[in-house]
């Protein structure tokens, strides 16, 4: 198997970020962003993707939780990008439904370098914890721009911590599921030879 590994670094006015992925690990995590929800929201989303994954965030947290969110979600997308290089033998294509309890999300991923999100739903409580509720709807996207996803995200539920947690566990599925290496492909798996 090659080394499915990357590391982003990312420094502007408002954050100092440093990522660490690899794709085919076994979830263990290091998480420090300063907004607790959202550390938990990464570790369940590394957990249950089996990527190991370290991420450390100094942001404006003085202002709101916006930069710090949208600009980990830039570095992870980034990350995901170089970690799968030329994404020889990936599976490409996947769906997930997660439940969790009241609430069910839906992620269906394709790796296909046309960066491209759609999000149908909204959150039943403005925030959780220190999270704003509509920023993971924001990290939907990012992600998607800079990892050169095309996602489409679906949401229902009563509790904005279900539904959240939900749409970060489907997404984390989703991703394991399309990253994953199939033996038989020894190319990208497109028509054009590359994605």
Request: aromatic share 6%; proline share 2%.
């Amino acid at each position: 198997m090659t080394d499915r590994t990357a590391a982003v670094r990312r420094e502007t006015a408002e954050t100092e970020i440093e990522v660490t992925l690899a794709l085919d690990g076994n979830g263990e995590t290091t998480v420090d962003t300063g907004i607790g929800f959202f550390d938990h929201m990464l570790r369940s989303f590394a957990t249950h993707g089996l990527f190991d994954l370290t991420v450390r965030c100094d942001g404006d947290l003085d202002i709101d939780d916006h930069h710090t969110v949208e600009d980990v979600a830039i570095s992870l997308g980034e990350a995901f990008a170089e970690a799968l290089g030329e994404k020889r033998g990936i599976e490409r294509f996947a769906d997930r439904r997660v439940p969790m309890d009241e609430a069910l999300a839906t992620v269906v991923v394709d790796i296909s370098g046309r960066p491209h999100a759609v999000f149908d739903g909204s959150f039943s409580q403005a925030s959780v914890g220190e999270m704003t509720s509509q920023m993971a709807e924001h990290f939907l996207r990012s992600l998607a721009t800079n990892a050169g996803l095309t996602l489409h995200a679906s949401i229902d539920g009563e509790n904005a911590h279900h539904e959240v947690e939900a749409l970060f566990k489907a997404l984390a599925r989703a991703l394991d599921d399309a990253t994953r290496l199939d033996e038989r492909r020894s190319a990208a798996p497109s028509t054009k030879g590359e994605l």
